[in-house]
């Protein structure tokens, strides 16, 4: 023991000569000391290893976020080019008719072509006259055409307009330096064409403007002129009828099942059935739908309608079990105390247990329609992945929703597209987001704690 | 085990209104919609090689004319023909996009489903590249070879048929590249596929022997010689063309298989490979040159002029010369134009089967 700490006393005096401190020395470590080492060390691996995992799969979200962001920000401006027309009346109503048919039936294409033609006399062959009339989006005749036929006054007169640019130059604009003309084939953009549009910027004949058509206009085959107005619309058609059928059917359902049914086979059957039908994989429903709704019933294909009780067939069994859950939650004291006071078993869940419940129940309802606001693949079987330019106005007529539309924006050969898909993801998860700011406001604002 | 009081079996007593209110409001929104009114939208169904072409036409349209704009629906031309020949009325679609030739089987599902009066709209033609990355030289590859590429059995060298063997271009002919063999194309429920194994497999298949001596019978033949190899050379890319074209941008040296419009979107990127000597261009296309192309068609049931207004208007758009003619608007959308004869005979079909009768 002596001997010891006489080997201690000469290690201490070792190390204060060579300035260390002398209290510290290492010591042969015990089997025990040596397992709570190796403890450590495993624990601390679990912590890196999910540590790591998080940051994977926020590199992942960060890079998918950045990718749509990159691509898609230039979508919400669009280019512009001030084009002197001339409301011919040689060329809108040559008969000078005015009437309906004549005035939506007319070359409106021509004023354009000549105001161009006007404006870059040097187009002289064919083929430079396409190149020239291919700056402008082949839609920019529509606006005209609804400007005469709002107001044929205009015929005879001449105005300045602002036109949309056609896509491959609108991208151009939007993404090239213009400093140089390198890289202009990957905009199938010419020499000659490039001229021009340095012209017209020098003429401050051009300008970059917020994309209204976006949210104004519905589907198109020109990705300048397309928008996400009927899809909007569509999808909050669809969400309408879903919550109208899901909600008072999952909540009704919920509460039978948790306050009123007697425990037997056939609750048991039921239960089991809607835990397996929130696992179903969503296209089975869209099979259902169409069988059902659109077959047997006769309802009407590609409608809101369809797409809606599809949806809330989808949601309903989520519906049911977040529900379920929040009445369980509620102690069953509260039953107790107003059964006490007289209430019936029905005024007992209605104006106790169910109040009690609902902002459980509001917060798992609108994570589920966040989830059907997000489904594409049952809609595909009812016919609403669909090529719609109208918005719809009512329940049956024929509509699409955001996510198809982003899903058949992608199918599409143009590369305008590309911007345009982009955008409509960044609507989205801007929407799915807001849903789900709300789901936790509600349930930190409303929530009980027993 | 239930953790909640169960009220109803604790104290049997009069039940409220309120909960049945739910249940009958739920009922009633459900079975609401048994009244459905008229349609006021025509319905196209089908291909999704023709629906770029199919709506641009149906916006032109619904822009243009008092019509509402129809409705386009992608469904593959298989899907679309079944739906439209499932029967005549309101219900059923008015016309089916395709991309090849409807079939007689198809045809008696119509004949037995009561659609009798189907008309045949040719709209134009598409032609199917063979395209790699620009990276890369253009190459002139023969029906044969792209045959021994993808074919699930070659003629060996003693004459019977071995599963392919080939995993490099150079193996097929030392011309071609030192490259692993990898091309990109569409999946069997795609009317590009079909025209595909036509066009290219079946030619290059009837010369063989090999072939002839395995399936004496002509109908297994065929079949055999329209099947692509699964070994992990030829790669299925599903419906979505813009796929293929991004696999080719970041794989030099794959190949793709897809639709003209795709390779005129992006010739800053792809080259469109020679077939038999003749490149895939516009001109080339239209005039029957180049051998991997196929006509598109619409298909339109003459009855259903009465359930959807502007049928007839619709297809004499279709027909028109400022959309299907040499400088229409599909044109510049990537669809090689019919000759102008044809065209003329379309329009006059047109004109025929869907003329006003009264």
């Known amino acids: ?450 | 085990m239930k953790p909640c009081f169960n009220v109803s079996t604790a104290i049997p007593g009069p039940r409220s209104g309120s909960c049945s209110v739910f249940l009958v409001a739920a009922l009633a929104v459900f079975f609401l919609p048994s009244a459905v009114q008229a349609r006021d939208n025509i319905h196209i169904v089908g291909s999704s090689t023709v629906y770029p072409f199919t709506t641009v036409v149906a916006e032109e349209f619904g822009k243009t004319t008092g019509f509402s704009a129809p409705i386009v629906e992608s469904t593959g031309t298989g899907g679309g023909i079944k739906l439209l020949c499932g029967g005549v009325g309101e219900s059923f679609p008015d016309m089916a996009n395709a991309s090849r030739a409807i079939k007689e089987s198809e045809l008696k599902l119509c004949a037995d489903n009561g659609v009798k009066d189907v008309t045949e709209i040719k709209i134009g033609y598409d032609g199917i590249i063979i395209a790699n990355s620009k990276e890369k030289e253009l190459y002139d590859l023969s029906k044969q070879q792209i045959f021994s590429a993808l074919a699930k059995q070659v003629p060996g060298k003693d004459g019977k048929l071995v599963n392919n063997p080939y995993k490099m271009w150079s193996e097929i002919d030392p011309a071609l590249p030192a490259v692993k063999i990898e091309v990109y194309g569409p999946p069997t429920t795609s009317g590009t596929r079909d025209a595909f194994v036509e066009l290219v497999m079946e030619k290059a298949c009837a010369g063989e022997e090999a072939f002839k001596a395995a399936w004496p019978e002509e109908e297994m033949r065929k079949k055999n010689c329209h099947l692509m190899r699964e070994d992990g050379h030829y790669i299925e890319s599903g419906e979505n063309d813009n796929l293929i074209v991004q696999k080719l941008r970041s794989n030099p040296q794959a190949f793709g298989i897809f639709g003209y419009s795709f390779l005129e979107q992006n010739l800053d990127t792809l080259n469109g490979n020679l077939v038999d000597g003749v490149e895939p261009t516009f001109e080339a296309i239209a005039d029957g040159s180049y051998p991997v192309a196929r006509p598109l068609f619409i298909y339109a049931k003459n009855k259903h002029v009465d359930f959807a207004p502007g049928i007839r208007e619709f297809l004499k758009e279709l027909v028109s010369d400022k959309a299907a003619g040499m400088d229409g608007y599909l044109a510049v959308k990537g669809l090689i134009p019919l000759p102008e004869e044809e065209l003329q005979e379309m329009q006059k079909r047109v004109s025929d089967a869907f003329s006003v009768k009264k």
């Open chain 1, 1 to 450: 023991m002596f001997s010891f700490a006489g080997r201690r006393a000469k290690i201490a005096i070792r190390r204060m000569q060579k300035n260390k401190n002398p209290f510290i020395f290492s010591r042969g470590k015990t089997p025990a000391q040596k397992w709570m080492v190796r403890r450590k060390k495993r624990e601390k691996w679990f912590r890196r290893c999910g540590l790591a995992s998080i940051l994977i799969s926020l590199m992942f979200l960060g890079g998918l976020i950045l990718s749509v962001i990159g691509n898609g920000y230039t979508a919400f401006t669009r280019v512009q080019i001030l084009l002197p027309v001339e409301f011919s009346a040689d060329i809108i109503d040559p008969e000078g008719t005015r009437t309906v048919a004549a005035l939506s039936g007319a070359d409106y294409r021509k004023l354009i072509r000549n105001s161009l033609a006007k404006l870059f006399p040097e187009a002289e062959t064919r083929r430079e006259q396409m190149d020239l009339h291919a700056l402008i989006s082949k839609g920019a005749y529509y606006k005209i055409r609804r400007m005469v036929m709002e107001d044929p006054s205009l015929i005879g007169q001449s105005h300045d307009l602002w036109l949309p640019a056609a896509s491959n130059v609108d991208l151009f604009i939007k993404r090239h330096s213009m400093s140089s003309d390198a890289g202009l084939g990957n905009y199938k953009i010419n020499a000659m064409q490039y001229a021009w549009l340095k012209q017209l910027i020098e003429g401050k004949r051009l300008r970059k403007v917020f994309n209204t058509t976006f949210f104004t206009s519905g589907d198109s085959q020109e990705p300048e002129q397309a928008g996400i107005l009927s899809s909007i619309t569509g999808s909050l058609l669809t969400i309408l009828v879903c919550i109208f059928c899901a909600f008072p059917m999952g909540v009704a359902t919920a509460l039978y099942l948790e306050e009123f049914a007697r425990e037997n086979w056939f609750t048991d059957l039921i239960e089991i059935n809607i835990n397996n039908l929130a696992a179903v994989p969503s296209i089975i429903y869209g099979l259902l739908g169409l069988s059902v709704y659109i077959n047997i019933m006769g309802m009407p294909r590609s409608s809101a309608l369809v797409g809606g009780l599809v949806l809330a067939l989808l949601v309903l069994p989520v519906i049911v079990i977040a529900t379920r859950n929040a009445l369980r939650a509620v102690p069953p004291s509260i039953r107790y105390a107003a059964l006490a006071m007289g209430a019936t078993p029905v005024q007992v869940a209605v104006h106790h247990t169910f109040i009690y419940a609902l902002p459980g129940i509001m917060t798992g309802f609108i994570l589920s329609i966040a989830r059907a606001l997000g489904e594409t693949s049952p809609l595909l079987m009812i016919g609403m992945v669909a090529f719609v330019t109208d918005v719809p106005r009512s329940l049956v007529d024929p509509s699409t929703t955001l996510p198809v539309q982003i899903y058949l924006w992608t199918n599409n050969p143009e590369t305008g597209f590309v911007e345009n898909t982009a955008a409509a993801i960044m609507v989205l998860l801007v929407v799915l987001v807001c849903i789900n700011v709300l789901a936790g406001w509600v349930r930190r604002r409303f929530e009980i704690k027993w």
